[in-house]
């Protein structure tokens, strides 16, 4: 078991993006989540939303098997201090449809956590895994 943090986005990530409404569960989000939590990370929900619309999201969540760590903070029951205190989250990877490229899939993401791959960004799309295009070796005959 390990204890990293994965800072997860909401709208546009978990779901599709209907804010202030909750969008429908995109393909593999929650079984994803789930396995990395069983594999000892730690979620933190990491989203614009606040008030009802937040409580709606974390709701939707549990609904489908997922408790997080924390919630918009570092560790739970964090006070956030905004005159002295950054908003950034101590996470070690931060899932968020608008990372550089876009959003690879919640297979590429889950491959990337366990697997440790790096990844670049090639013409707006991210590559990574299966995606990324093999050299050819060269040798006596090529």
């Not at 609904?63 to 905004?82: L, M």
């Not at 491959?111 to 070796?137: D, H, M, P, Q, W």
Request: proline residues 2%; hydrophobic residues 40%; aromatic residues 14%.
């Amino acid at each position: 078991m390990n204890n990293k943090k994965i800072a997860v986005d909401f709208d546009g990530t978990v779901v599709e993006d209907a804010y202030p409404a909750v969008g429908k569960a995109k393909i593999f989000a929650f079984e994803t989540l789930k396995k990395l939590q069983s594999e000892g990370y730690r979620l933190i929900l990491w989203t614009y939303r606040h008030g009802p619309a937040l409580e709606d999201a974390i709701e939707f969540c549990r609904k489908n098997g997922v408790e997080f760590y924390a919630v918009n903070s570092s560790f739970e029951g964090e006070v956030f201090d905004s005159a002295t205190q950054s908003r950034k989250i101590d996470a070690d990877w931060f899932i968020d449809d608008r990372n550089i490229g876009g959003f690879p899939g919640w297979g590429e993401i889950y491959n990337i956590i366990t697997e440790r791959i790096e990844f670049r960004v090639e013409g707006g799309e991210v590559l990574a895994y299966s995606k990324l295009k093999r050299e050819k070796k060269k040798g006596l005959f090529w």
